[in-house]
């Protein structure tokens, strides 16, 4: 059995600001994707500037930031909302949800298709292997903070979480979607993307295996107390929402490669 080690929230204070490991990791995250983005368009014939990447990350910072906190306090958090609108704005308590990030960066990429004039599912593609390292660095900002802990486990690497939990071993299932949902999930779009696809299948491949990795944890990570199992004693928001992003994931794949199919039977 581990115990978690109980990081101090707070990574370093200037007077009377306190930077919070949270927020480091977002900012790490947005890095990590602009360094990428920038690679990405920096390669012959990427039909991208570095200067247009620059102005991406800001539209996905704001994205993710706002759709996440939105997203988390509609899925979530809606009963704390309706009693207290306020709370949406105390970010420095945590609550993001990806879903909900996810859905602001898809408005957010309207708004920047329409700027610079390229196709919707274009900056999709070029976007999607440059979103799993934050999903990684998110994740470890969960478990530094002690949330978003799993179920109880007899496993020899269950961990206690007595500050946020309680004295019973857990899964620590913040470090599960850090490997899943960030390393797996970078590894499988990068070297996917790295070879010319057809329209959208990117797209598909980051949908899809997200959800299924998404889908999978939530065997293992403990529900929100205030909202539970919501079907058949085990399912959770996390796969309800989840399920879109797999059927959405099949279907910009079958669209892809359907119209690669009947363009090189019509170029025939």
């Not at 039909?47 to 990447?53: H, I, K, L, P």
């Amino acid at each position: 059995m581990l115990v978690h080690p109980d990081f101090d929230p707070v990574a370093f204070s200037l007077g009377p600001l306190h930077v919070r490991w949270y927020g480091l990791m977002y900012l790490l995250g947005f890095l990590a994707g602009w360094a990428l983005g920038r690679y990405r368009a920096r390669k012959p014939d990427s039909g991208w500037t570095t200067a247009q990447v620059d102005d991406l990350v800001f539209y996905i910072a704001m994205g993710v930031i706002l759709g996440g906190r939105i997203g988390y306090i509609l899925f979530y958090s809606l009963s704390s909302f309706l009693d207290n609108p306020l709370v949406l704005f105390r970010v420095w308590e945590g609550g993001m949800s990806f879903h909900g990030g996810f859905i602001g960066v898809l408005l957010a990429m309207l708004l920047f298709a329409r700027k610079y004039q390229h196709r919707f599912w274009e900056a999709m593609d070029f976007i999607a292997p440059l979103i799993a390292p934050g999903i990684l660095f998110g994740r470890i900002g969960n478990f530094i903070n002690g949330e978003l802990w799993g179920r109880v486990t007899d496993l020899s690497w269950g961990m206690v979480f007595p500050r946020t939990a309680d004295q019973l071993p857990r899964h620590p299932s913040q470090l599960y979607e850090a490997a899943l949902e960030g390393v797996a999930l970078f590894l499988i779009v990068w070297l996917f993307s790295s070879k010319p696809r057809p329209t959208m299948a990117v797209s598909g491949v980051f949908a899809l295996s997200y959800g299924i990795f998404r889908f999978l944890v939530e065997f293992f990570r403990q529900p929100d107390v205030h909202l539970g199992y919501l079907a058949f004693g085990w399912v959770t928001m996390g796969q309800l929402l989840s399920l879109p992003l797999i059927m959405v994931g099949v279907l910009l794949l079958k669209l892809a490669y359907r119209r690669t199919t009947i363009r090189a039977g019509s170029a025939s």
